[in-house]
């Protein structure tokens, strides 16, 4: 999936949403929950090429490789800032200098906080910080069974540029 970031209007999220919910900066003590949110999505084989679950150790890297100020990876909070139910990462597209202004997204919510509007709500704020980030595209690499997903990005402006048949099989 594409989009070019800031030519198209946001799609209307819920007032619910936005205020259930706290967006911030991920510190590293969010590891463990953003691991167990990515790790609970891995049996269904519908979200992760993973097969089995990664340890916090394992993300420590990918973590570590974040900025706040062009790459950063964001936590959404629900009701007390111990509980995250969903995360959004803005991963580097390509390590060259030219793909700077691209980057692909990762968004994962947790079970029990699934269709409340919270992915359409990061999903929104990323596309409106892009530009702020350095960003002029973004990037969702989504499985062709990910029903749920697809329709998100499709509904905020996101185009298909690729299928890749038996990938990740």
């Not at 992760?48 to 993300?59: E, G, K, M």
């Not at 990918?62 to 990876?73: C, L, N």
């Not at 997204?105 to 910080?129: I, P, T, W």
């Amino acid at each position: 999936r594409r989009h070019e970031a800031g030519r198209k209007e946001m799609s209307q999220v819920s007032a619910a949403a936005d205020t259930r919910y706290r967006i911030r900066v991920a510190q590293r003590e969010d590891l463990p929950a953003i691991v167990a949110i990515y790790n609970a999505t891995i049996p269904s084989r519908m979200v992760t090429a993973d097969l089995v679950p990664v340890s916090v150790n394992d993300r420590l890297p990918w973590f570590e490789a974040h900025s706040s100020a062009t790459r950063p990876i964001w936590v959404a909070c629900a009701n007390s800032p111990d509980e995250i139910a969903a995360w959004l990462s803005f991963d580097t597209f390509y390590p060259r200098a030219a793909y700077d202004g691209t980057a692909m997204l990762a968004l994962y919510v947790a079970e029990g906080h699934r269709r409340n509007g919270l992915g359409k709500l990061l999903l929104s704020r990323a596309l409106a910080a892009a530009p702020s980030l350095g960003l002029h595209t973004l990037l969702g690499y989504i499985f062709g069974h990910n029903a749920p997903s697809l329709r998100l990005f499709e509904g905020h402006g996101f185009t298909r540029w690729g299928n890749f048949p038996r990938v990740a099989v």
